[in-house]
């Protein structure tokens, strides 16, 4: 079969790899202004980091492999860490300048996803799986991770989404932590670009010393996607 250069467009719900079961194509790239840089290393096995973030002092890498066939029903291993090295935090999250219970927070985990295809348009994907909070290299909280997304896509250059995560705590009072809720349209505006727009809900953080922080519960989201 001859090689096809990826297209912006999403000719397929199977096209659709953000938070997903699905997997970019082997040697497709796929990167954003203010959004992960993604890379297909095989059909089924994709790697993705935050170039912005990586120079901002907060490294994160996340590594996908689908491992049933694209069909009705996906499923796909995800394994993710982060790490801030921009301020010390003490157990519950605050600023601090260091000492004993502090430390540059981090997270690790290992979950899993489900996919699944409704007719041509929209696809619901779930999932789940292990997480652990690090103070520095020590472990401080074990949780899960869950995840629900839906999407529908409109025709081949309309795209809306709705993504929802957070961390449910399962060695102290359980609750639910980092939650998130993003709403984004999305618009093919060429073979290889995409605007990506929408609000994003929960904490968003803005550091404004190492003791003081401000929380925005809502976040305007504007981003260009580039397909490669």
Do not use: C
Not at 21 to 41: D, K, R
Not at 45 to 71: I, K, N, S
């Amino acid at each position: 079969m001859a090689w096809e250069p990826a297209r912006a467009e999403w000719r397929r719900t199977s096209d659709l790899a953000l938070n997903t079961a699905y997997t970019l194509e082997e040697g497709a790239l796929q990167l954003g202004i203010i959004s992960p840089l993604s890379v297909g290393v095989t059909d089924a096995f994709q790697a993705t980091f935050h170039p912005l973030l990586l120079l901002l002092g907060q490294p994160t890498l996340a590594l996908r492999l689908r491992v049933t066939p694209v069909d009705d029903v996906t499923v796909a291993l995800n394994v993710a860490g982060g790490w801030s090295f921009v301020q010390k935090e003490d157990r519950s999250g605050t600023p601090s300048p260091g000492g004993a219970g502090t430390g540059y927070p981090g997270t690790l985990q290992l979950t899993a996803t489900m996919t699944i295809r409704l007719g041509t348009s929209w696809l619901v994907s779930w999932g789940f799986g292990p997480a652990m909070d690090f103070l520095g290299g020590d472990p401080i909280r074990g949780a899960a991770e869950v995840h629900l997304s839906a999407d529908w896509l409109i025709t081949a250059k309309h795209l809306l989404m709705v993504q929802l995560s957070g961390y449910v705590p399962v060695s102290e009072r359980v609750r639910l932590l980092r939650s998130e809720a993003q709403l984004l349209y999305g618009w093919a505006i060429s073979d290889r670009v995409q605007l990506m727009a929408g609000l994003g809900f929960g904490d968003f953080i803005w550091s404004t010393s190492e003791s003081r922080r401000t929380t925005f519960p809502v976040l305007p989201i504007v981003d260009l996607w580039f397909r490669f």
